[in-house]
């Protein structure tokens, strides 16, 4: 208990001081502390793999990518002003509406279930069994979407050809 | 007898164990291993340290240090002194919480690695299930504490290194975990317990070494190309290029913060070289079956130890690479060979056993490296390139 | 092919690595203070002075003219000249220098001193291992630690120490046959009563071998 405390705790101070600190990068770096707990709670309920995966994909890639995102914008400048835009209120709202559904959602389907004290004990050979039999159509389905983001992307970072901008001109 | 010495730091730890009360005992395990794991590898980190300046020395028809102790030996001695009492210069607009925690989390995220590496029969601090992902998880974690370091500078050097090492770092990644998927599948287990069992097999005397597979040997060779980017030794040490961005990420950090760097990559780069001995190379079971009466932890940082040998090697005679060639050479041969490589694994273990098998897949691979090779060598993307005004 | 050049180059590396165990020749390395190079005979730094026998005292050739004091660019040269005088390597009563430092922190190593000397008495040592921890005291040299003999001139520059040698004995074997000339010349004078101005209208500066004293400058 304690420790769930220390790590909730963990998440939900990363959170707040990725919404609330001034400076961009200090904000990607809470954030991945957000992760991180996130991640060693996983952990904490006995899934390595999510637990992993976690640490693996957001704090290696996801927080990298923000942060790359964030030095390549111009992004990193402090802005003078507070964090606040003018419309938080409207935003306050959102959050707590989101996050309303969300507890509502959890709390019944957490009735709904049969109650079971012994978590099950998932081993990653059954995961990939999963991934590999059962959710094989998901899994392609996002595998696709996911190349179709990428070829989009290098479609967008692609060179132009050297003679369209002189055309354009030209016309 | 050779049982025992075989297990005999286990067998210690055990004893050691015993003397406390049964409700500490697995703490004092745990504080026991963290121990043992942080004084063995900081005296490697030392040794190697001394390996590679001797060696590189030799290299270059030179002496190396030989002036502290006899043969020099001493010299990392003196080198730590040095960092220990240096001053800690910090930049004036550095981001000083940030400063602060970069070399932290690099060493703590590198040492972390070691906890799943099994360094000898039942000598795994973590026998963990997922082992492999969670030492990836850590190596990617790496990543974060340049990108820290570099940016809290307020340097464009620091800046600079740290945005080339993110890149490449990410970039190198694939192809790591690529071949390491290799090994995976064919041993169908995570675990890199299971993984060394798996090889720790003879026919004829001789090892079942992943190496020793046509796929496994091309995976070996990514797994080493992809492993010295990942640490940023040279050829790949464009984040630290003193030539062009005098020290690269970690520029603005000197005395002990600059040791904790340097420690951090050598314990990387030995971390690394235990991942790529117990995925390729056996682990800790010995090379031949003969062989087996020398203890395994032995095996294992010889294995170790020759890998250091062989960075250093690689160190000594290759030159840095451009930014655009490291990129080309990750994304335009690495990655296309793991991935046939992996086609190859999956057809190997659908060809059954026999002598077909080795033909086919070695077949496969040689022709794949023949033809990626010529039409890299040809695009001038990989090939020897002209300079305009350098010749 | 793709590969290649790289085996090529870890052969050569491997090549330097063993080889520089097997032969010596590879390892060029001199290991400094405790072997070294032979300097080259033209090699010089900091000026010395040089003294002839064995007593450095008697034997310097400096005759304090301060003609080099005068010409130093970065006037690191300091003489005061003595009281007394002192016979030269001819034999001739000279002043002598009672105080002479150079400080080798100044110095430019212009070598000027020494093309000025007419006394052939100042010259460009060869001694680099000059640093100190006293910055002061210690780059200050006195005319003790600047004397040298003249064997240590021939050990460092041999070909110029000969013949600065050899222009030495010339001119002192001209002295001496003057001298000679004079004293027969004094002698035939003795003879013959009259003529007694002869002597002191030698037009040489060194003319007099017992003479009493003439200018250095």
């Not at chain 2, 340097?155 to 945005?163: D, I, P």
């Not at chain 3, 000026?47 to 034997?59: C, Q, R, T």
Request: net charge neutral; with cysteine; charged share 15%.
């Amino acid at each position: 208990m304690i420790v769930f405390a220390i790590l909730a705790a963990l998440t939900v101070a990363g959170s707040l001081a990725a919404v609330l600190l001034r400076n961009t990068v200090h904000c990607a770096l809470a954030l991945t502390g957000a992760f991180i707990g996130l991640a060693l709670l996983f952990l904490r309920l006995d899934a390595q793999f999510a637990g992993f995966a976690q640490i693996l994909v957001y704090v290696g890639a996801v927080a990298i990518l923000v942060v790359f995102a964030i030095l390549l914008t111009r992004g990193s400048e402090t802005p003078a002003t507070g964090v606040f835009s003018r419309t938080w209120f409207a935003g306050l709202v959102v959050a707590a509406g989101v996050f309303a559904v969300l507890a509502w959602t959890v709390l019944h389907s957490a009735v709904a279930l049969p109650h079971e004290f012994a978590a099950p004990q998932v081993s990653v050979a059954q995961i990939g069994n999963a991934l590999m039999g059962r959710y094989v159509l998901p899994l392609e389905i996002v595998a696709v979407l996911l190349t179709a983001a990428m070829i989009g992307a290098v479609i967008v970072a692609m060179h132009e050809k050297p003679g369209k901008y002189e055309k354009k001109e030209a016309n | 007898m050779t049982n025992t010495l075989d297990q005999i730091f286990v067998l210690l730890k055990h004893w050691i164990m015993g003397l406390f009360p049964v409700g500490l005992q697995p703490i004092v395990g745990i504080v026991l291993s963290v121990v043992a794991i942080l004084a063995v590898f900081p005296g490697l980190f030392a040794f190697s340290v001394l390996m590679e300046r001797k060696g590189l020395g030799r290299m270059q028809n030179r002496i190396g240090p030989n002036r502290v102790g006899p043969f020099g030996i001493l010299q990392p001695v003196a080198d730590g002194i040095k960092a220990l009492i240096k001053e800690d210069v910090v930049p004036y607009n550095a981001d000083h919480i940030v400063h602060f925690f970069a070399p932290i989390v690099l060493v703590v995220v590198v040492f972390m690695g070691y906890a799943v590496l099994p360094m000898g029969r039942n000598m795994t601090f973590v026998p963990m299930d997922a082992g492999l992902l969670f030492y990836f998880a850590m190596g990617a974690s790496a990543e974060l504490s340049v990108f820290m370091a570099g940016w809290s500078s307020r340097n464009k050097y620091s800046l600079l290194g740290a945005m080339r090492a993110v890149a490449q770092m990410i970039s190198y990644e694939i192809p790591l975990l690529m071949t390491s998927v290799i090994i995976v599948m064919m041993t169908g287990s995570l675990s890199l317990d299971k993984i060394v069992e798996a090889q720790n097999h003879y026919t004829w005397g001789l090892p079942h070494w992943y190496v020793f597979t046509p796929m496994g040997f091309a995976a070996f060779v990514m797994f080493a190309i992809a492993a010295t980017a990942e640490t940023n030794r040279s050829p790949f040490d464009l984040p630290e290029g003193e030539s062009e961005i005098v020290a690269g990420y970690f520029t603005e950090y000197s005395g002990f913060k600059f040791a904790e760097f340097f420690l951090g990559e050598y314990v990387a780069m030995l971390s690394i070289s235990g991942l790529g001995a117990t995925l390729f190379l056996g682990g800790w079971s010995a090379p031949l079956e003969a062989l087996n009466f020398i203890p395994s932890w032995i095996w294992f940082f010889a294995k170790i130890m020759l890998a250091i040998c062989g960075f250093i090697w690689l160190r000594g005679t290759f030159p840095r690479l451009r930014q655009d060639q490291l990129m080309n050479f990750a994304w335009k041969f690495v990655l296309p060979m793991t991935l046939i490589d992996l086609v190859v694994t999956g057809l190997w273990r659908f060809l059954g056993e026999g002598w077909l098998r080795w033909a086919v897949c070695s077949a496969i691979l040689l022709a794949a490296y023949l033809i990626t090779a010529r039409m890299g060598m040809r695009s001038k993307k990989l090939g020897p390139r002209s300079y305009r005004y350098a010749e | 092919m793709l590969g290649e050049g790289l085996l090529k180059g870890l052969a050569e590396t491997a090549k330097n690595f063993a080889g520089s165990f097997v032969s010596k020749e590879r390892l060029i390395t001199v290991q400094y203070p405790e072997e070294r190079h032979p300097l080259p005979e033209a090699s010089r730094n900091f000026p010395f002075l040089v003294y002839d026998g064995a007593d450095w005292e008697a034997g310097l050739r400096c005759v304090a003219c301060q003609i080099c004091e005068k010409e130093c660019p970065p006037k690191c040269i300091y003489i005061e000249k003595s009281k007394d005088k002192k016979p030269d390597y001819v034999g001739k009563m000279q002043i002598y220098p009672a105080r002479f430092d150079i400080d080798i922190s100044v110095c430019m190593s212009c070598q000027i001193c020494v093309e000025v000397c007419p006394f052939e008495a100042i010259k460009m040592d060869t001694e680099f291992e000059l640093a100190t921890d006293d910055r002061f005291g210690g780059l200050l040299q006195d005319r003790k630690q600047l004397a040298k003999s003249n064997e240590y001139y021939h050990a460092i520059h041999p070909t110029e120490a000969s013949e600065v040698d050899a222009r030495l004995a010339e001119e002192k074997a001209k002295v001496e046959e003057k001298a000679r000339a004079a004293a027969a010349a004094a002698a035939a004078k003795a003879a013959a009563p009259a003529a007694p101005a002869a002597p002191a209208a030698t037009p040489s500066p060194a003319a007099p071998k017992e003479g009493e004293g003439s200018q250095p400058q």
